[in-house]
DNA sequence: CTGACTGCAAACGTTTTGCACGGTA
DNA sequence: TACCGTGCAAAACGTTTGCAGTCAG
């Protein structure tokens, strides 16, 4: 089990057990929502607070030390921020799994076609997992 | 101004001056959260319930007449329901614009890289519109 | 030692529900 | 007329806040 308590230093943030645990329990589980999170920090801090969760996820948010992904017709999940990728979404069971895709076609297209200028880009893949076909 | 009694009905849904109102307000902008949605409905309809927009809007979902665009940092906006496309978003003014980009190599790639069946693709391409860069 | 973090409880904003009334088909 | 939809008020829900005590650095 990795430790997280330099990198969360050098996100200025402070090593308390609790945010170790829920950096940890995020690098296992990929992705978590609010309540999976919590329903397993339950398991090791009898009495964390889900106040402490919400705090704490608002904190690395904005330190860009995990990311929100938004899912069409589910809740949302977290991750630990890493490189640019899209999500794989199955429908059935709810997994979450990472893909890296060339989005450079996709970029230019988009630059042709509009006036904007992007500076990133949310793909959320629906469908079904090999188990659920 | 569009008549959208006939394409309610085809929806299973009573065409009642709240719902015409919905629907064309959806129409005329595009796109609109809850809350500007509720505040153009009460300048024709000063005593519309926000429980009436909220079980609107569930029907509709349901019945695919519109739907629910989630974005990051940004509250959700709802459009009518039209061809697959993709979302341009503002990070400065929220502007909200379609876009439609050409989605197969993406989808190619995806294949080749996993093993899900992908039913839906949602694209959000954040940035800056014209105005705002 | 000091500021940051935690847990609790209360507050908050948003969404949902139950119900009586009113309107569509 | 029969049912569906509306508006109101209350309830439920998820999230946020304030505060006193505790802990990391």
Redesign the interface.
């Known amino acids: 089990m990795i430790n997280y308590t330099n990198e969360l230093r050098q996100h200025n943030l402070k090593a308390t057990p609790q945010r170790l645990a829920i950096v940890s329990a995020l690098h296992r589980a990929g992705h978590l929502n609010i309540d999976s999170l919590y329903a397993l920090m339950l398991k090791t801090f009898s009495s964390i607070s889900l106040a402490t969760i919400y705090k704490n996820m608002h904190l690395m948010i904005e330190n860009s030390f995990i990311e929100?992904i938004?899912?069409?017709e589910q809740k949302s999940v977290y991750e630990l921020t890493k490189s640019a990728h899209s999500h794989?979404v199955?429908?059935t069971c709810g997994l979450v799994?990472d893909?890296?895709?060339?989005?450079s076609?996709?970029?230019n297209?988009?630059t042709s076609?509009?006036?904007?200028?992007?500076?990133?880009?949310?793909?959320?893949?629906?469908?079904?997992?090999?188990d659920c076909?």
Chains 1, 2 share one sequence.
């Open positions: 929100e938004k899912i069409p794989l199955c429908k799994e893909i890296t895709l060339n989005m076609d996709i970029l297209e988009t076609k509009s006036h904007f200028v992007i500076s990133k880009t949310d793909l959320v893949l629906s469908g079904y997992c090999k076909q």
